[in-house]
């Protein structure tokens, strides 16, 4: 174990899916498929004597994720200008929140190999998103298409420890965003970004250690491998007896490597002042109440839910829950046929389906396996019509085909053989065929029992039903072994 502990606070830019922009109506649009620029106007390219109005749906969408958080909302909070130049700016300032957020002491509860962990929010707030640049070949272009875009900024108190716990953290969060349906959650698409703060201090001290600010952290994996990465050069340089230098670090994703982008800029440099072309933000009690009480059922909720009604591991039902796409699924199906064990069903559903999901890319709701399908087919292997290892066969190619699992069985003949008399007969064949083997038996060979075993499952191609096999071998010979000689 290293010498240090690590602390990481994270700040998370969420795009709010609304259908227009934070202060305009420009629709917003999808950054990896429109043109650069069609979605722009006077309003969002910061054109003089322009003035913004506030999107209500963007504000509700903001106290949903605050109530999830259990963030306290302030009544009335205020829109202030953060002053910088740089040319994906157009206004030369971008209405953000700053002493008077939207909400704040919100937590975030993550699972740890350790148990549950609460992680504080420290504060959320809305603000504008900036458009974005491209540099290619000794220019650059902009596309002010994302200028304007509403987004939620979610800052943690520097309450994780390692890299396994910012990775819970930005993962339970992502789903949170996703149930609340504010945001898709597709990384790749730009609309979830974040910034992690990190510091080293040796290991029982509770004072912070000085911190970096990494930026432009725009997946997981980014965001793991530059926590990792910083936590690595931070105790390499305390371990030298050097110190850390307070700054704003980039991330290189191609040589896995931080670099310096400027030292710390102190938030007197932005200038910030209360947006005088917008009214404080107020917000009454019983409109609060009215999206509190609109919320659906949300992950740790359904977890604690699931392991109660249906006897599921908190594991399990952590991740069944994860999307709640997968949890309406798993309901579904428990709904289609009541009588099937929920475990069987999470079983098959976190184990087979999952798998199939997972190579082919595809998420549960795109899946041509319609949930009472699925039902019938665990019950199939429930009521040993089928054999599991046939349930895996008939599985999978419902999903290529959509086919019903009775059609797939009736076609490819796996209905599994559990009759006693058909097992009896099958059993006495292979005997009668193979009376050295039997022999054998008698002269006290008894693990040959299990070469007998395998040939009925081969004659059967698997089909048959191994417990009765069992069974009705274990009868069969015993009445050859009891029956007087005649000779
Ligand atoms: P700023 O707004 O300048 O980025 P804040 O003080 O608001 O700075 O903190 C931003 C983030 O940095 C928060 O998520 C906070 O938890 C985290 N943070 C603050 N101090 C430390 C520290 N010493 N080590 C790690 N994270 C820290
Ligand atoms: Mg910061
Ligand atoms: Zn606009």
Redesign the pocket.
């Known amino acids: 174990m290293s010498n240090y502990q690590a602390v990481i606070g994270l700040e998370v830019h969420a795009a709010l899916q609304t259908r227009s ?1 934070m202060f ?3 629709p917003i649009v999808d950054a990896t498929l429109a043109e650069p620029n069609t979605s ?2 006077e ?2 390219t910061g054109m003089p004597g322009t003035l913004p109005m506030i999107n209500a749906r963007a504000v509700e969408y903001a106290i949903r994720v605050a109530l999830a958080l259990h963030c306290t909302i302030a009544e009335a909070s205020v829109f202030a200008r953060k002053n910088y130049f740089y040319p994906d700016l157009p206004k030369g300032f971008q209405i953000s929140q700053y002493e008077l957020p939207l909400a704040q002491h919100g937590s975030l509860a993550i699972n740890t190999p350790q148990g549950q962990k609460e992680v504080r929010i420290r504060r959320t707030h809305l603000e504008e998103d900036t458009g974005k640049l491209t540099h290619s070949g000794g220019h650059s272009l902009v596309d002010y298409n994302r200028s ?1 875009v509403p987004l939620l900024e979610i800052v943690s108190e520097p309450d994780m420890n390692s890299v396994d716990e910012v990775k819970a953290y930005a993962t339970k969060l992502r789903s949170l965003l996703r149930y609340l349906k504010v945001n898709s959650g597709d990384m790749e698409k730009g609309i979830m970004r974040f910034e992690a703060n990190v510091s080293v201090r040796p290991r029982g001290s509770d004072l912070l250690g000085t911190r970096t600010e990494i930026k432009n952290l725009n997946s997981f994996r980014s965001l793991t491998h530059g926590v990792a990465y910083e936590i690595e050069r931070q105790s390499r340089l305390l371990d030298e007896g050097k110190a850390v230098k307070q700054e704003t670090l980039g991330w290189d994703d191609v040589r896995g490597e931080t670099y310096s982008q400027r030292s710390k800029e102190e938030e007197c440099d932005y200038r910030y002042f209360p947006e005088p072309d917008l009214p404080p933000l107020i917000l009454d009690q019983t409109y609060i109440s009215q999206i509190k009480s609109s919320l659906p059922e949300l992950p740790d909720a359904k977890q604690l839910r699931f392991t109660h009604d249906y006897r599921l591991s908190p594991y399990i039902a952590s991740v069944l829950t994860a999307e709640r796409e997968v949890a309406d699924y798993f309901e579904s199906t428990i709904a289609a046929i009541p009588s099937l064990s929920p475990v069987t069903i999470s079983n098959w559903l976190s184990g087979e389906f999952f798998a199939l999901l997972h190579h082919s890319g595809q998420a549960i709701e795109e899946t041509r396996i319609e949930p009472t399908a699925f039902a019938r087919l665990v019950a199939l292997v429930s009521n040993d019509t089928i054999s599991t290892s046939s349930g895996k066969v008939i599985l999978s190619e419902m999903f290529e085909t959509g086919k019903n699992p009775e059609k797939i069985v009736a076609d490819r003949e796996l209905a599994q053989i559990s009759e006693p008399s058909e097992i009896d007969r099958l059993i006495s064949h292979i005997l009668e065929s193979n009376p050295s083997q039997v022999s054998q038996y008698l002269d006290g060979k008894i693990t040959i029992q299990d070469w007998f075993f395998g040939q009925v499952m081969r004659a059967t191609q698997g089909r048959a039903n191994p417990t009765a096999v069992r069974s009705c071998l274990e009868k069969q010979l015993k009445e050859i072994k009891d029956k007087p000689s005649s000779e």
């Open positions: 922009k305009c109506g420009c722009v106007c309003i969002c304007g």
